[in-house]
């Protein structure tokens, strides 16, 4: 059933499926009788296509007992009028009636009703409908329930706003596939780590916090010393196995709050927050260097892997995130050309070096 038709026949029969006399029910029979401004009636339409078609009464009863979606009206006071069985449900309610007379507040609490109200009053107020608003709400076993709502205005035989009509559909397994969907657009698949995209992005977001703090920070630029020799000698699959141990010594040197990123190959970038001196990088080094002293053992296998490891801080090395990676990918260079197994920090006054070994 199309959202006009189902609006439709909300507003005709608030009246004829209400027993009690709360206030709105002489208003609610005007917007019944002459239909809601923003919706066409469907009613002609259904009369012509069905030689005995089913009451209004009777489609809307089916409607709000069976709808998969929370439908609700509401009062200028944004109190519950009707509330279909679905939305009853979902609130612990076996029935429906028991929720006239409710608000947002004290079914969802204040942190959610209060905004659902600001909602529905600017509804109200200025005779406009929401459509289409994706909101989100925790529930009381930890998991957040997204949901896509509707609201629309509902006018007296007089056209003065009377209320308002609302659908609230849940759009979870559609929010599950976008953040799954986004997760592997910004993660490597191999070892789940951020990629290149998101690294660049939280260095960004960094990069812009440091310049309004005046605070400091590293960049760590890493490569697996002769990794091709462990690829040509076990295979590609092994690689991938190392890849994946090395991984999880990284990420259990670093804390919480820096960056761990493959960005391709076996290299990996590490974004170090807020360093006070150059000391702190270098401690991150050394643990890592410690971290990965010991063999790996894969497949039956005893594999030692150790890694170059090059240092950038901002600001010495660069005001910017381009400027700061190839600074750091220089220092590895060297690293990697003294025998590898080290760290050292890009040298100062180094940008020529460093443009001279990008164009290589």
Request: hydrophobic share 40%; aromatic share 6%.
């Amino acid at each position: 059933m199309s959202l006009a038709s189902a609006v439709d026949l909300l507003a005709e029969d608030a009246v004829a499926q209400r027993t009690s006399s709360a206030p709105g029910d002489a208003a609610l029979r005007g917007a019944a009788r002459t239909g809601m401004p923003e919706i066409r009636t469907t009613e002609k339409i259904v009369g012509m296509s069905l030689p005995n078609p089913p009451s209004d009464e009777f489609l809307f009863h089916a409607l709000m007992e069976s709808t998969a979606d929370s439908i609700y009206f509401k009062d200028r006071q944004c109190r519950l009028l009707r509330v279909s069985r679905k939305m009853a449900l979902d609130l612990g309610f076996s029935d429906p009636a028991e929720l006239v007379g409710k608000t947002d507040v004290e079914l969802y609490g204040e942190a959610f009703g209060l905004g659902t109200r600001l909602d529905d009053v600017r509804v109200m107020e200025t005779g406009r409908p929401m459509i289409g608003v994706i909101e989100s709400r925790q529930l009381d076993n930890g998991q957040t329930n997204w949901t896509l709502t509707t609201k629309l205005p509902l006018h007296d035989e007089s056209g003065d706003v009377i209320g308002l009509v609302g659908i609230t559909h849940e759009i979870n397994e559609i929010r599950q596939t976008e953040v799954a969907l986004q997760h592997l657009a910004t993660h490597d698949t191999l070892t789940d780590l951020p990629n290149r995209f998101l690294m660049l992005d939280r260095l960004s977001q960094l990069l812009a916090r440091a310049k309004r703090t005046g605070t400091a920070f590293a960049v760590l630029y890493m490569d697996i010393d002769r990794f091709k020799e462990v690829n040509d000698s076990r295979g590609h699959e092994f690689g991938d196995l190392v890849l994946r141990a090395v991984t999880q010594r990284l990420t259990k040197s670093v804390r919480q709050n820096d960056t761990v990123a493959r960005i391709g190959g076996d290299e990996f970038v590490i974004i170090v927050e807020t360093v006070n001196q150059t000391q702190d990088a270098e401690t991150v080094a050394l643990k890592i260097e410690h971290a990965l002293a010991s063999p790996f053992t894969l497949e039956r296998h005893r594999v030692k892997v150790t890694l170059s490891i090059g240092i950038s801080f901002y600001p010495e090395n660069g005001g910017d995130t381009d400027t700061l990676l190839r600074a750091a990918d220089y220092a590895m260079y060297l690293a990697k050309r003294e025998g590898g197994n080290r760290h050292l920090t890009c040298p100062p006054g180094a940008s020529h070096s460093i443009d001279v070994f990008a164009k290589e």
